[in-house]
């Protein structure tokens, strides 16, 4: 059996892009934020560079002369904005409730791991009724790094208790499949916002696909 087809033994998810559509509302708050302080924003550029980080590892570098409790305080505005916009909108993304519910059969346990903070978790996980169907929630709120840092999987691996190996990480960005990459993970591309090319460098991807349902036959989930 190839390394690619071996059963996965966890499953970590990302979030934003992942187990919801919803980068575009992130877009259009990153957007409204960088405007409103007189900053360009090219929307394809900004989401290839800076998704999977923090919001304080993405404002630091946009804003150099502010200290912390400024950086705070624009992370809280820009939440602010995509919470209010998106709030109304909050869906599955096709096919993610069957998978979970075929790996909780088989007792193949599940994390997410997401670079969104509290409040961003608390609207999707409460909304879709999802925050039992995972072991952990790991974020840079709880002091890791952000991704392309590998340090969100490998603590959602250590609190599973399951080797990194065996593991499978589900992305919407290349910073998440790097990240995956640096963690000794295999990983799968869903293409919410991104082009299969997008994620052709990477030798951990085993899948790429527009949306759950499309996984179904994949070796490494049948939990055998």
Not at 78 to 105: C, F, I, N, Q, W
Request: hydrophobic residues 50%; charged residues 25%.
């Amino acid at each position: 059996m190839t390394p690619s087809a071996r059963p996965a033994r966890a499953l970590i998810f990302d979030m934003d892009g992942t187990v919801v559509d919803n980068m575009r509302f992130h877009e259009a708050a990153w957007g409204r934020l960088l405007t409103e302080h007189g900053l360009p924003f090219d929307a394809d550029s900004f989401f290839k560079k800076t998704a999977g980080m923090a919001s304080a590892e993405i404002l630091a570098p946009l804003f150099p002369g502010a200290d912390a409790a400024r950086i705070d305080a624009l992370g809280h505005d820009k939440e602010s904005y995509y919470r209010e916009d998106y709030g109304p909108h909050v869906v599955p993304l096709a096919g993610l409730l069957t998978l979970m519910a075929r790996a909780d059969a088989a007792q193949v346990p599940m994390a997410l791991a997401t670079a969104a903070p509290p409040g961003n978790v608390d609207l999707v996980l409460d909304k879709l009724e999802l925050r039992e169907r995972f072991v952990t929630v790991v974020s840079p709120s709880q002091g890791f790094r952000g991704k392309p840092n590998p340090d969100l999987f490998l603590e959602a691996a250590r609190r599973m208790a399951v080797p990194a190996a065996d593991c499978i990480v589900f992305e919407d960005a290349p910073n998440g499949v790097e990240a995956a990459r640096r963690a000794g993970m295999r990983a799968t591309a869903l293409l919410t916002m991104l082009d299969a090319e997008a994620f052709a460098a990477y030798d951990n991807l085993i899948a790429s696909a527009r949306d759950f349902t499309a996984l179904d036959g994949l070796p490494a989930l049948r939990f055998a």
